[in-house]
C-alpha cells in the first residue's frame, strides 16, 4: 500500500509594526510594500499614545540618555500600529527596516525602508519586534483583550455603538465611578480641579518602569 506523506507545514509568525508619528502620512505608500513583500495585515489600528503609554511601551530602554526624547517623539502624534504575518515574519521585517539607526541604514542597508523613511538615530520612521517573545509582549500592548488597560486615544478604527459601551465601560468608568464616589464624600469647592487632580493622582495606567534595562535600542 501506497503511503502519502502529508502536505509540509509552514509556519506562520507574527510581529508588530509601528509606522511613527513623523511619517504617519506615508501610511499608504508603507502599506503597499509591506503588502508587495508577502505580509498579511492582521490587524491595523491608528492611535495616539500619551507619554506614559510610550514610557510603559519602552519600558525596557527606562535610564537611557535617550528615553525622554524618545518618548516624547513617539507621543508628538498620531502613530499606526500593525500586527504582520507571514512566515519568518520578525527576521524579515527586521530586514526590510534596517539597522536601528538611520544614518547607518543609509550607508549600509540605503534600499531599507529606514533609510528611505527614517531622518536620524532618534527618529528613524518605523518599528519592529526584536524576537519572539517581544513580538508577543508589543502586540498584547498596542491590541490588548479585555483585561488590558492602555492609556491611548484611539483615532482609527473609532468604536461605535456597542464597541463604544464596551470601551468606556472598560476602561473609563471603574475608575470614574471611584473618583465620583470620593468626590461626593470629600465636596470640594472646586469639584472639576479635584477630580482631575485625583484622576492624575489614580490614573491606573502610569507607567511602570523598569530598572533593568536592556541592550536593545528603539
Not at 508577502?38 to 495616539?48: D, E, N, P, S
Not at 517581544?134 to 461605535?160: C, K, L, S, W, Y
Not at 476602561?171 to 470614574?176: E, F, G, N, R, S
Amino acid at each position: 500500500m501506497e503511503l502519502s506523506m502529508p502536505p509540509p507545514q509552514i509556519y506562520v509568525e507574527k510581529t508588530l509594526a509601528i509606522i511613527k508619528p513623523d511619517i504617519a502620512d506615508k501610511e499608504e505608500e508603507i502599506q503597499d510594500i509591506i503588502l508587495r513583500s508577502g505580509f498579511t495585515i492582521v490587524q491595523r489600528r491608528k492611535l495616539h499614545l500619551s507619554p506614559e503609554h510610550c514610557s510603559n511601551f519602552y519600558v525596557e530602554q527606562y535610564g537611557k540618555m535617550f528615553f525622554p526624547n524618545l518618548t516624547a517623539y513617539m507621543s508628538s502624534g498620531p502613530l499606526v500600529a500593525m500586527i504582520l504575518a507571514r512566515h519568518k515574519a520578525i527576521s524579515y521585517w527586521k530586514e526590510l527596516l534596517g539597522p536601528t539607526n538611520t544614518l547607518v541604514a543609509k550607508e549600509t542597508h540605503p534600499d531599507s525602508l529606514r533609510a528611505i523613511y527614517g531622518t536620524d538615530d532618534l527618529r528613524n520612521a518605523l518599528h519592529g519586534s526584536n524576537d519572539f517573545a517581544a513580538a508577543e509582549r508589543e502586540i498584547q500592548f498596542m491590541f490588548p483583550d479585555g483585561n488590558t488597560f492602555v492609556f491611548a486615544v484611539i483615532i482609527e478604527p473609532i468604536p461605535v455603538g456597542q464597541a463604544a459601551k464596551d470601551y468606556l465601560n472598560l476602561y473609563v468608568t471603574p475608575t470614574l465611578l471611584q473618583g465620583l464616589t470620593t468626590l461626593c464624600k470629600e465636596k470640594p469647592a472646586d469639584p472639576f480641579i479635584w477630580l482631575a487632580d485625583w484622576l492624575l493622582k489614580n490614573n491606573p495606567n502610569k507607567p511602570k518602569l523598569c530598572h533593568n534595562p536592556a541592550a536593545e535600542e528603539p
